[in-house]
């Protein structure tokens, strides 16, 4: 008797940088039916744009650097589990890039306050410009995601996740059709073999972390010369979360 393959479930979830979004690739890596892709676009995004962020030469080194053919192996690549989580940064798609791929993905968008983004930001990248968080992209990708859709993308929130992980978490496992899993909830300290080689320049926090950290209480302190930045990434922000 003849068994037919049957298609993995992509989720592609969409976020600007320092978004929580490692820790979730940690909570979904968790899980025993779900694998992992770190930034896939990311050595494409450096060589197209020729941003000196740290260790990029390795970075371009590593990886497939052909928008097309990542974006065909997001949708069509072999996976070895019933369930991928793509860990997707929204800057890292480019005016030329073409984002048909997003109809064969469960698509869902993670916002965080901006405030807390460009903190976190300017620890490892003190000069930056608005595009670089990713928030109109991260905008314009959920509009054409939205348009073509069936249903609409979910979007959620960074404090959502880190108040009530639990809930968050069930929320996007039920838009995806998966059931939650508790293991999602902590995760082994390290770093693993799945995560970028940028790695030692981005994720020394969440190396060191087992689970979702408690939310903040305390405002963060954005420099002057990014208070406009900060107000129209936090109008990008509002519009984003009136989706979700």
């Avoid at 820790?23 to 000196?52: H, I, K, W």
């Avoid at 072999?78 to 940064?89: D, G, I, M, N």
């Avoid at 959620?156 to 059931?179: F, K, W």
Wanted: hydrophobic share 40%; charged share 25%; with cysteine.
């Amino acid at each position: 008797m003849r068994v037919e393959a049957v298609a993995p479930l992509r989720i592609a979830m969409w976020s600007g940088p320092r978004n929580i979004s490692t820790a979730m690739m940690r909570a979904f890596e968790n899980r025993p039916d779900c694998t992992v892709v770190d930034e896939p676009f990311y050595g494409y995004y450096l060589q197209a744009t020729g941003s000196d962020h740290p260790g990029r030469e390795d970075v371009i080194a590593s990886m497939d650097c052909d928008w097309r053919s990542v974006a065909r192996t997001m949708t069509e690549g072999l996976v070895h589990t019933p369930v991928q989580y793509q860990k997707q940064l929204t800057h890292q798609m480019l005016p030329e890039v073409d984002l048909s791929f997003t109809g064969a993905l469960v698509n869902c968008f993670l916002v965080r306050e901006p405030a807390r983004m460009i903190a976190s930001y300017i620890k490892v990248r003190p000069d930056f410009a608005l595009h670089e968080l990713g928030l109109s992209q991260q905008r314009d990708i959920y509009r054409y995601v939205a348009a073509r859709a069936s249903r609409l993308p979910l979007v959620v929130d960074a404090l959502e996740v880190l108040s009530d992980p639990r809930t968050a978490l069930g929320r996007i496992c039920a838009h995806a059709g998966i059931p939650f899993l508790e293991q999602m909830l902590h995760w082994p300290a390290g770093r693993r073999e799945t995560d970028g080689v940028w790695a030692p320049h981005w994720y020394a926090a969440v190396e060191a972390s087992t689970g979702f950290d408690a939310p903040p209480t305390v405002a963060p302190e954005v420099p002057a010369r990014y208070r406009g930045l900060l107000a129209e990434a936090e109008d990008i922000y509002r519009e984003m979360c009136a989706r979700g």
